[in-house]
């Protein structure tokens, strides 16, 4: 069972929960986007939105007004202090609703060289016991958990935003995570810098990169349905010996 949080909310808390209501009333101007990779060799990928009437642009992309307030609305939020399953989706219903279409989706023809390639031969009783996994809410919130503490594969991400409002204030945001979502973030308002688990910011993100916007996209853009999965699927879980590409 998760224990309840935010009995006691930080003063910065407090202060970002007072101004969410107006931020969000404002104007966006301009949007900002850099993402980095660092490894063996560095990629970068960068996006700079401005407002032109009632338009968002972006070189030769348009984007909503709504889209581009959901990603401030999640940026002002109030933060969420620590990493909360529940917060993210992880439900009861939910996990049942996805069960029999991530062991599908597991068990579709994949080439041996795809990253991250998992066994695709099972018994009907290995997926038995996958789908009983999946569903048992304790089970996946503790795979979800234990993601998150590890420290992740892939080079060394970095994604920074910038979101211009009307009159010239700035809302900053930077994550170095290389998590599904990225998080956590560290979002800066006015000084008041705080820590979130808030996965709405990734999502806003990933909402509206072109298809050029190549950088932790993937990070960005996963599918918590399908990061469960992979995680009980994996030969550790389920038959060990079993390990190889068919």
């Known amino acids: ?102 062991l599908k989706k597991l068990k579709r023809s994949r080439p041996c060289s795809e990253p991250g390639n998992l066994t695709k031969t099972r018994t009907a009783e290995e997926e038995r016991r996958f789908l009983e996994y999946f569903k048992n809410i304790e089970t996946a919130t503790a795979a979800v958990e234990n993601y998150y503490r590890e420290n992740g594969e892939g080079g060394r991400p970095q ?12 809302i900053k945001a930077r994550s170095v995570s290389p998590h599904l979502w990225m998080l956590p973030w560290r979002v800066d308002r006015d000084g008041r810098v705080v820590t979130t688990y808030n996965p709405r910011i990734g999502q806003a993100l990933a909402a509206i990169l072109p298809s050029t916007f190549s950088t932790n996209r993937e990070r960005l853009t996963g599918d918590l349905a399908d990061l469960i999965g992979r995680l009980l699927w994996a030969p550790a879980r389920v038959t060990p010996a079993k390990r190889r590409c068919k």
């Not at 994604?159 to 700035?170: H, K, Y």
């Open 1 to 102: 069972m998760m224990k309840k949080f935010g009995s006691v909310l930080s003063l910065s808390t407090i202060l970002l929960a007072l101004v969410a209501g107006g931020a969000c009333a404002a104007e966006v101007e301009n949007v900002s986007a850099t993402s980095i990779l660092t490894g063996r060799a560095s990629v970068i990928s960068e996006l700079v939105i401005v407002r032109k009437g009632p338009e968002y642009i972006a070189d030769h992309d348009r984007f909503s007004r709504e889209q581009i307030q959901e990603l401030l609305a999640a940026l002002v939020s109030p933060p969420i202090e620590r990493l909360d399953p529940t917060r993210m989706g992880v439900t009861q219903p939910w996990l049942d609703a996805n069960a029999e279409p991530v």
């Open 159 to 170: 994604i920074r935003i910038v979101v211009g409002l009307e009159g010239g204030s700035e």
